[in-house]
Structures are given as structure tokens and as C-alpha cells.
């Protein structure tokens, strides 16, 4: 599952020349497929070729170990380098297109593209909730628990209003007493059928939480991590089970160890085992939340857990998975991230992919094909993951803590929370978008990302 990273053992010769055998193979730095007919000359000896289909080029014998190869290739920035180079490297060259490292672009086009994605609203769901747990699978969407509390904030509300009038000490006593918080989280399993567009809620109910995850194994759901609320609705609590929903007999059952216990992690599925990553784990008075690194890995057939590899920085986090690569987007730690990164399952490394145009702390996600989809207050982005281009339009939907599923060439975004008046409403809508409207709309920005191993 995570393999050792393989390593080789290079032998030297007393002639201080390349063996006959050794092979140089030169691969694309984003999707690091081979590069066939890239140039390979010795700058000292003239000696050279170009790559065969599979990216090697075979070293003749007469190359010795102080010539310094030229690299080049159309379309690609050419590389020098020395013997001890390519010895560091394993004899792997990486290059790089040459517009990887255009800055930020704004967009402005004479065309006739419509300004905003354009998308059709679907029967609202009973419950208005953010912060739960979604999966996909089949032709049905699984939500399950989920936050239903309306609060109002009226410190913030002061804060800012209060650049613009004399506002006393006593007001300010006064709006910290008067927020309105009606705190509740969701029992509820809600079950919407993309080929009917019908909801429906299951008689089964779920430990009341929020934060959680929500991910498909076979014919069963687990929802994993997660918080709920004391009975005074005064401390909350983490989540320290796993609820298994069997979708074919509609049954519900516990599993009663769950070492990892967190909010706003990541997870997903691989070879029918279950990684958890990251969270936050407790609030400490003063210090705020703590973050965790660890990665947790659950195997269902045998309920065991076992703790595996660490991430390169402890925080809250979502992300997708992809091509036998997890992508983390965004996050939080003490303020949203603008990261974007991905772990090789493989390998078992971590490669720092760029950034965002903005902060994000916990967007919606979705993926078709090798193009990842981000959804944000107002944002939907395509992030091409074999490019690395990163491309932002605008949707007239300000929603936060959304979720986004890919289904038939179309995204949905369902549920979340809007703001208005200092007020946080969760909502009972679900968005349809057409794929298709990413080609009539104008990109507002994009730029390519430059990714760097840690």
C-alpha cells in the first residue's frame, strides 16, 4: 500500500566512463510521462542522440564523467547538466514547458462569453445544512448528519459598523451579549436520486454531528470523525466512531474505535481501504485550535488501524483523489490556506503543486477525467492536473462549506451556508451546473502552476 521508495546502487569503473548499459531517461516535469525525441549531446565530446519512445537515450561509452550533458527538447526549457547531477537524479531528467512559469493572468476577451457559469436550481433537500458528510455513488447522493444552526454575528456586525459611528464600550458590551445562536446538528441520512431528482430521508438515524466525513466502500458508507454537541449544546464533543450504513439491506451499525478523531479532515478511499488525514483535534483556552500531521489508515475486512505516513504540515484540510494521487486543496491553520498539494500513493511523496488565486478554507470538490473542479463563495475553478492550469470563473452563488459532486458531464453544488446581514443560514439547495458552460464563459484569471518536491 505504501511501498519503500526504491533506490539504486551506481558502480564506478577505474576509467571513470558510463557503462555501456546506462540508460537516461527524460520525462515530463507535470504529468511525468516520457518525452520521446528530446536532444542529449556532451558539451565536451559532441557525442549525443535524441530519446526513443519511452523518453531513454542509452549513454555511449566514450562519454566520460566530466562532460556535462545539454538537454533540450521544442516546447521545453533546456537543462545542463553535470555527471554528478544526473547521478543525484538517478539518471531521471525532468523538463519543463516553458510557459510553466507564467505569473497570473487576467483575462479579457473580445469574444461574446457570458461573464458568470450559468446554472439551474433542482428540488430542495428538507434540512438546510453545511459542514456534513456527502458521497456519490451510483446514481444516488448520500448526506448524512451536517450543522442546522442559525447564528447571527453580532461582534462582528459591531466591529464593523463601528468605523462608522461613535460607538461606545457599552455598545460593545452590549452586541456581545445579544448574538442569537440557535446551535443543532443532523441525525439525518438525506438520499437524492440524480436520475429522478427526488429526495428522500432514511427512517435510520445517525449520532447527531458535524464535520464529518462520508465515504463509500463496496455497498456500505462510513461516516467517519466529525463533533457533537453535549446536551446543554454548551461543550462538543469528537467523534470517536465509525457508522456503517449497508446501502443493499439499509441497515446501520457502529464500529466503536476510531484513533482518528478530528474535524475538517480529509479522507478517501483506495484498494478498498480507508485513509484519514489531518484535522484539527481540540481547542486549547487562549491557544486556539490543535492541528494534526498523522494519517490514518482502516481496513474494513479486518477493523484494524494502522498509523502510516505524515503530512508535510498539520491542518484542517479536503481533498479528492485522482490518478493514484490525493490532492489537498486549501485548508486551515489559525487562517485559511491558498495551498495546493498531492500525495503519491505509491511513492508515498508529497509534492507542493502552487497555490491558489485566494484563500480557501474548506471548498467543494470534484473531479472528471484529469481535471480537478473547485467551488468557493462565488468561484469555480479547473485546475488541469497534468498542465497545472488553473483557471477561475465566476457563478452568482455565495456559498461557503458547499459541497460539489461530478455526475453525467455535470457538477453539483448542494447545500452550505450564505451569510446575510451577519446572519449564517444553512441552505436546503442543490445546483446543477453543465459542463459544457465552461466553454461559453469567460475565464476571469488563470495561471500555471510550478510544483516542488518537499
Do not use: C
Amino acid at each position: 500500500m505504501f511501498p519503500l521508495k526504491p533506490f539504486f546502487i551506481l558502480l564506478f569503473v577505474t576509467t571513470l566512463s558510463f557503462s555501456q548499459n546506462t540508460k537516461l531517461s527524460i520525462l515530463d516535469s507535470h504529468s511525468k510521462e516520457p518525452i520521446e525525441g528530446a536532444n542529449v549531446l556532451a558539451g565536451d565530446s559532441g557525442s549525443g542522440g535524441t530519446t526513443d519512445k519511452n523518453g531513454n537515450f542509452s549513454l555511449p561509452e566514450n562519454i566520460s564523467t566530466q562532460d556535462s550533458l545539454v538537454i533540450s527538447h521544442l516546447g521545453y526549457k533546456t537543462r545542463i547538466l553535470s555527471f554528478f547531477d544526473l547521478r543525484k537524479s538517478r539518471f531521471r531528467v525532468y523538463l519543463r514547458k516553458t510557459n510553466e512559469n507564467l505569473e497570473e493572468v487576467n483575462i479579457r476577451s473580445n469574444t461574446r462569453l457570458q461573464h458568470r457559469i450559468r446554472y439551474e436550481s433542482l428540488p430542495e433537500m428538507k434540512d438546510g445544512i453545511f459542514a456534513f458528510g456527502s458521497v456519490l455513488t451510483g446514481n444516488k447522493l448520500y448526506l448524512v448528519g451536517g450543522n442546522l444552526s442559525h447564528t447571527t454575528n453580532k461582534r462582528r456586525e459591531f466591529m464593523e459598523r463601528a468605523g462608522m459611528t461613535r460607538a461606545t464600550f457599552k455598545d460593545f458590551t452590549r452586541a456581545m451579549r445579544s448574538d442569537l445562536n440557535w446551535l443543532e446538528y443532523s441525525e439525518n441520512l438525506h438520499i437524492y436520486d440524480l436520475n429522478t431528482g427526488k429526495w428522500s430521508t432514511s427512517p435510520l438515524k445517525f449520532e447527531k454531528r458535524a464535520f464529518l466525513n462520508l465515504n463509500a466502500i463496496g455497498n456500505k458508507l462510513y461516516a467517519t470523525g466529525g463533533k457533537s454537541l453535549s446536551t446543554n449544546r454548551i461543550k462538543q464533543y469528537l467523534g470517536n466512531k465509525i457508522e456503517i450504513y449497508d446501502i443493499e439491506n439499509d441497515s446501520l451499525y457502529t464500529d466503536l474505535t476510531n484513533p482518528h478523531q478530528a474535524v475538517n479532515f480529509a479522507s478517501f478511499v483506495y484498494d478498498d481501504q480507508l485513509i484519514l488525514l489531518g484535522g484539527s483535534t481540540k481547542r486549547k483556552r487562549n491557544q486556539g485550535k490543535v492541528y494534526t500531521d498523522k494519517m490514518h489508515l482502516y481496513k474494513p475486512e479486518t477493523g484494524y488501524w494502522y498509523e502510516v505516513a505524515k503530512m508535510p504540515k498539520a491542518k484542517e484540510t479536503t481533498g479528492i483523489l485522482l490518478n493514484n494521487k490525493f490532492y489537498l486543496i486549501g485548508g486551515f491553520n489559525k487562517s485559511p490556506l491558498k495551498s495546493i498539494e498531492s500525495y503519491d500513493i505509491k511513492s508515498g511523496e508529497w509534492t507542493n503543486l502552487g497555490e491558489l488565486f485566494e484563500n480557501m478554507e474548506r471548498p467543494g470538490l470534484a473531479a472528471h477525467g484529469e481535471i480537478i473542479y473547485i467551488y468557493n463563495k462565488g468561484k469555480l475553478l479547473s485546475f488541469n492536473t497534468p498542465t497545472g492550469k488553473l483557471s477561475e470563473y465566476y457563478i452568482d452563488l455565495n456559498l461557503q462549506y458547499a459541497a460539489l459532486h461530478y455526475y453525467n458531464n455535470h457538477l453539483y453544488i448542494v447545500g452550505g451556508a450564505r451569510e446575510i446581514n451577519f446572519e449564517v443560514i444553512p441552505s436546503q439547495k442543490i445546483y446543477r451546473i453543465a459542463l459544457d458552460e465552461f466553454r461559453k464563459t469567460e475565464v476571469k484569471r488563470f495561471k500555471v502552476l510550478d510544483k516542488n518536491i518537499y
